[in-house]
């Protein structure tokens, strides 16, 4: 859709004024960063720039209805605008992008925990002035909705993630209700492993030269995990300069927070049947489903990845191990050494909740005392 002037403003001043139950739209974020050129000189998209529409085909659904939301992003500026596709609904909901609650109880998200990689040019939306981007996913196969009651849906690329998150766009629409019949949640089905690489490791869907790739990497992993509780365990508990690189100032209770996880990381990869999967194709490192352990899909950046150091094989396994929720049961909430790093200091404990804080001090690259 392409709209002049004057029919953006129109467009933008009636949608502010007319969420309603079926329909929800996103007001803009005054905490707009300044925008960053790409190559090809298209924006990257700040807050306000792309407005956020939600909408459901009823207001009242019962157990067995999908609950499919319908999410529009519209560009209401002048100028072209890019996002990144992981952090909207147009490949799929790849992302905790919704905050879902029954009666002011929060649904807990059962998709995908991804760590992402270097974007590509086919993972950006490009939007022109007035452009929309429309997409319907269904929530039920994404958050348990075992809670019957009114639910309020709304989409808000921040509220899990935080500005730390790389590519996060402020993407926020207006919250809208509707009641839903609870009903159980199901995991996806996953194919079971074809290749015993080891005893607490197989494979499934990879050749046999990727295989013995996976089996290295998991024995670099497990060679994280066994340093990480070493170092955990048998140095003097203080603000030494690993741990407060990693995790913050120290309190004694973030540190034993951290020993605990890595020693729930180093038991999962020594007695634990996993399973790692080759069959993504995107460009991403790695994913998990939290409440699926041990299984882990390697995707295409994994292959170019260093078996050790920054952002590595071996490490990407301890990221993804360590969000499973009967291991550490970490997040995402800032990608990469510098977005973690500032995670840190400006918050301890969501350093200690986020999957590559784990990863980069389990590499310790470079080396930390």
């Known amino acids: 859709m392409s709209l002049n002037l004057r029919g953006r403003l129109n467009w933008w001043m009636g949608a502010l004024a007319g969420a309603s139950l079926l329909g929800a739209c996103g007001a803009p974020d005054e905490r707009a960063a300044e925008p960053v050129e790409s190559t090809d000189g298209v924006k990257d998209a700040a807050a306000g720039d792309v407005a956020v529409k939600l909408s459901v085909g009823k207001s009242s659904l019962a157990a067995g209805d999908s609950v499919l939301v319908t999410v529009t992003l519209t560009n209401v500026t002048s100028q072209p605008v890019r996002l990144l596709k992981w952090h909207t609904p147009v490949d799929g909901l790849l992302e905790d992008l919704f905050v879902v609650e029954a009666d002011g109880v929060a649904a807990e998200y059962n998709g995908r925990h991804y760590k992402w990689a270097t974007p590509e040019a086919h993972?950006?939306?490009?939007?022109?002035?007035?452009?929309?981007?429309?997409?319907?996913?269904?929530?039920?196969?994404?958050?348990?909705?075992?809670?019957?009651?009114?639910?309020?849906?709304?989409?808000?690329?921040?509220?899990?993630?935080?500005?730390?998150?790389?590519?996060?766009?402020?993407?926020?629409?207006?919250?809208?209700?509707?009641?839903?019949?609870?009903?159980?949640?199901?995991?996806?089905?996953?194919?079971?492993?074809?290749?015993?690489?080891?005893?607490?490791?197989?494979?499934?869907?990879?050749?046999?030269?990727?295989?013995?790739?996976?089996?290295?990497?998991?024995?670099?992993?497990?060679?994280?995990?066994?340093?990480?509780?070493?170092?955990?365990t048998n140095t003097t508990p203080g603000n030494t300069s690993r741990y407060r690189t990693w995790f913050g100032t120290y309190s004694s209770t973030n540190w034993n927070t951290a020993k605990s996880h890595f020693t729930a990381i180093k038991s999962a990869f020594d007695t634990r049947s996993t399973i790692v999967d080759c069959n993504c194709t995107s460009s991403a490192y790695a994913y998990v489903?939290?409440?699926?352990?041990?299984?882990?899909?390697?995707?295409?950046?994994?292959?170019?990845?260093?078996?050790?150091?920054?952002?590595?094989?071996?490490?990407?396994?301890?990221?993804?191990?360590?969000?499973?929720?009967?291991?550490?049961?970490?997040?995402?909430?800032?990608?990469?050494?510098?977005?973690?790093?500032?995670?840190?200091?400006?918050?301890?404990?969501?350093?200690?909740?986020?999957?590559?804080?784990?990863?980069?001090?389990?590499?310790?690259?470079?080396?930390?005392?």
Not at 139 to 151: C, E, F, N
Not at 339 to 350: E, F, G, Q, W
Request: proline share 4%.
């Open 123 to 232: 993972d950006w939306l490009r939007l022109a002035p007035g452009e929309s981007s429309t997409s319907t996913v269904d929530l039920a196969t994404i958050y348990d909705l075992s809670r019957t009651g009114q639910y309020t849906l709304r989409y808000d690329s921040e509220a899990h993630h935080g500005r730390d998150h790389a590519g996060v766009s402020q993407l926020r629409s207006d919250s809208l209700s509707v009641f839903i019949e609870g009903r159980p949640f199901k995991l996806p089905e996953a194919q079971a492993a074809d290749t015993v690489v080891a005893q607490a490791l197989s494979t499934a869907n990879c050749t046999s030269t990727r295989a013995s790739t996976v089996s290295s990497a998991f024995s670099a992993a497990q060679t994280m995990a066994n340093g990480s509780v070493s170092y955990l």
């Open 289 to 369: 489903y939290k409440n699926q352990p041990y299984r882990i899909y390697v995707c295409n950046a994994f292959w170019n990845a260093p078996m050790t150091g920054t952002d590595s094989k071996g490490g990407t396994l301890v990221h993804e191990m360590s969000h499973f929720t009967v291991v550490a049961d970490t997040d995402d909430h800032a990608y990469g050494q510098s977005a973690a790093k500032s995670l840190a200091t400006s918050s301890p404990t969501r350093a200690l909740d986020n999957a590559d804080n784990h990863e980069y001090f389990a590499e310790n690259t470079p080396a930390l005392p």
